[in-house]
């Protein structure tokens, strides 16, 4: 299979696995995130999402060209896509565990992430103008994290830069070792599954909406709603009760 998922408690981790192609996105790959990712958004058990890549030496080379060279179906459209997460708001944090090479399209799943946990050795680009493409699967949404010179110098050579840079530009939130990836990023998802299940999405979108300016109504009464709910009560009396809050994501 193209794509593996499992459950570790509250999480559930997507594995794209095609190291022999280092992990690049054909159509049924991609329509295998897309499906994971909505049955992870369905299931209420599950508070947040981790993904990653098959072996240690990418975590994806983007779309595969091969395929698209040989005139293969880019995408599978009766089927869920990356679109679930990289074209709405996903209502539940996602995490990439970049195990290796994240370029193209691989970066921009990266990007679509909203905390990213790297290995020291994780290498990133968007090499689509060698190609003769555009990174039109968010990267060109790179202004809205980074300067835009720095942006535009990353797009228009296609140059490759490692974890210490994507560090420094703000992109990732953790560099460890190879081995340390995953048991890093579930050890973070963990942490935010513990939290209030409306309070994150709450949390999440509002986070986002600022960061595209929305308005101050719109935010107030996102919030009323989450100070309103049952879950706000139960969390101020487990406290009070000196306990493991109870949530029902109400």
Not at 57 to 63: Q, S
Not at 88 to 105: F, Q
Not at 175 to 200: F, S
Request: with cysteine.
């Amino acid at each position: 299979m193209s794509v593996l998922v499992q459950r570790h408690d509250a999480v559930t981790v997507v594995t794209i696995n095609r190291p022999e192609a280092r992990n690049a996105l054909d159509a049924e790959t991609m329509a295998g995130i897309g499906e994971a990712l909505v049955a992870a958004e369905q299931d209420a058990e599950v508070r947040a999402v981790v993904l990653t890549g098959a072996g240690d030496r990418a975590f994806c080379a983007g779309m595969d060209l091969r395929a698209f060279a040989a005139g293969g179906a880019v995408i599978d459209e009766s089927r869920p896509g990356l679109e679930v997460f990289t074209e709405r708001v996903y209502p539940k944090p996602v995490i990439a565990a970049v195990n290796g090479t994240a370029v193209a399209g691989g970066f921009e799943l990266v990007l679509a992430c909203d905390l990213a946990v790297v290995a020291e050795h994780a290498k990133f680009g968007l090499p689509e103008v060698k190609r003769g493409l555009v990174a039109a699967g968010g990267g060109t949404n790179l202004p809205r994290r980074i300067p835009l010179a720095l942006a535009l110098e990353l797009a228009l050579t296609g140059e490759t830069f490692d974890a210490a840079r994507a560090a420094a530009l703000g992109l990732v939130n953790r560099v460890v070792p190879g081995d340390q990836v995953l048991a890093e990023a579930l050890a973070l998802a963990n942490t935010i599954a513990r939290n209030g299940p409306l309070a994150l999405r709450v949390t999440k979108e509002l986070m986002l909406a600022q960061a595209q300016g929305a308005g101050r109504e719109e935010i107030a009464s996102a919030t009323a709603a989450v100070f309103a709910s049952a879950d706000a009560k139960e969390g101020a009396t487990a406290f009070a009760e000196k306990r493991e809050p109870r949530w029902t994501g109400a």
